[in-house]
């Protein structure tokens, strides 16, 4: 009760309010240490990477490709050439095994890989003159292994016909066909740089637009011709493919490929 005045009434004291009781809670950093701890218990329950384990198992490391694709790969399916051949032969050899060199005969004729016969139970690597962009980062491991721009080969002072080489997993096509078209040549597309080199040989064509790799490697094969660098087209990536989440695997590769400098 509230002291008593004389002359007014008694008033009743309100009860007290209860006492609050606050939830406990944790500090920021107790949390992330239970989530880390969480996290660590659930990537114990994955079954283990063993994609090296079963490369060595079988024996072999099976690689698709395209039949041929120079200077990055060409093979008759007992052996292979080219700068990508190279590098596999390299991994073979760290890993101890050699190379099953699967060739795809329908690489590349068709928008889904799926119909080339690239399937994950036909090869541990993929090689072919792959670029790095979001089509190839969604389907596949990338891993890079050289940058290169566009360069155009021509075999006499006013070229006027064109082939245009773009059957690169990953590259679109648009920019040099925009280029080409800019430069007012008249273009055809052909599927790989032994089919381009089939045309200037038979004087269908007096130039060739490609990747810069792909020109040096013309250039080589057709004497008095010569090579003008294209600035105006973007750079592209170069990359072997591998599956995604074989990481014992991965590391072998890694390990041999050259190493890529950030742009």
Same mark, same amino acid.
Not at 47 to 70: E, F, I, M, T
């Given at each position: ?14 009860? %007290? ?9 944790? &500090? @920021?950093? #107790? ?12 990537? /114990? ?34 052996? %292979? #050439? ?7 032969? /390299?991994? &073979? ?52 292994? %050289?940058?290169? @721009?566009?360069?155009?080969? #021509?075999? @006499?002072? %006013? ?12 590259? &679109? ?58 600035? @105006?087209?973007?750079?592209? #990536? ?26």
């Amino acid at each position: 009760m509230y002291p008593v005045v004389p002359g007014v009434p008694a008033v009743s004291r309100p009860p %007290a309010p209860p006492p609050v009781r606050r939830a406990w809670r944790p &500090a @920021g950093s #107790t949390v992330f240490i239970v989530l880390g701890v969480l996290a660590y218990l659930a990537l /114990r329950q994955l079954p283990p990477d063993n994609s090296l384990a079963r490369v060595k198992a079988a024996g072999v490391l099976n690689v698709c490709l395209p039949p041929s694709l120079p200077p990055f790969v060409s093979s008759d399916g007992n052996s %292979a #050439t080219g700068r990508e051949a190279a590098m596999i032969d /390299r991994v &073979a050899k760290r890993v101890g095994v050699p190379v099953g060199w699967n060739v795809q005969p329908a690489w590349g004729t068709s928008p889904d890989p799926v119909d080339w016969g690239v399937r994950p139970e036909s090869c541990d690597l993929l090689a072919g003159g792959i670029i790095v962009n979001a089509e190839t980062q969604g389907l596949m491991q990338v891993l890079p292994y %050289a940058r290169t @721009g566009w360069a155009q080969l #021509t075999t @006499g002072a %006013a070229p006027k016909h064109l082939a245009v080489l773009t059957n690169h997993w990953g590259l &679109a096509a648009d920019d040099a066909f925009a280029w080409a078209d800019g430069q007012s040549l008249d273009f055809l597309a052909y599927p790989s740089a032994v089919d381009a080199l089939a045309a200037l040989r038979s004087g269908e064509r007096d130039s060739v637009l490609a990747l810069r790799d792909e020109v040096t490697w013309l250039q080589g094969q057709v004497p008095g011709s010569s090579i003008h660098e294209i600035g @105006g087209l973007p750079e592209q #990536t170069l990359a072997l493919g591998m599956w995604k989440n074989n990481i014992t695997l991965k590391r072998e590769v890694l390990s041999v490929i050259p190493a890529l400098p950030r742009p």
